[in-house]
């Protein structure tokens, strides 16, 4: 299982910054890489930004400098900081967990960003 944890996303001013968070359960093992994807009403699912078990890291042409994704092994858990945020950055977020026998999706979090 996948979950969304202290962080639901919501509505922040361009200009401002916010965190997502995604762990995955214990039950999910040998993690291969954790990936960020958000979607926006009417547009295809895009690929933000994704990490693998060391370390290496892939952005959006997009987002990048404005947004990190980093990963605490231990915890389990794949962090996405968006910094500079911008109305077009305004999408659902979702966090997909690449494991050796499957992919695990987490339900998505609906990042807002106003003008």
């Known amino acids: 299982h996948v979950q969304l944890v202290d962080s639901e996303g919501g509505l922040v001013q361009a200009g401002g910054s916010l965190t997502l968070s995604c762990a995955a359960s214990?039950?999910?093992?040998?993690?291969?890489?954790m990936v960020w994807y958000r979607q926006a009403p009417g547009k295809q699912r895009e690929l933000v930004a994704d990490?693998?078990?060391?370390?290496?890291?892939n952005y959006a042409d997009s987002v990048k400098g404005r947004f990190t994704i980093s990963r605490d092994n231990a915890k389990r858990t794949v962090y996405l900081q968006m910094n500079s945020l911008k109305p077009e950055d305004t999408a659902r977020y979702y966090c997909?967990?690449?494991?050796?026998?499957?992919?695990?999706w987490g339900q998505g979090t609906q990042v807002t960003v106003s003008s």
């Open positions: 214990k039950s999910i093992f040998r993690i291969h890489a």
């Open positions: 990490i693998t078990r060391d370390g290496r890291t």
């Open positions: 997909e967990v690449e494991s050796l026998l499957k992919n695990y």
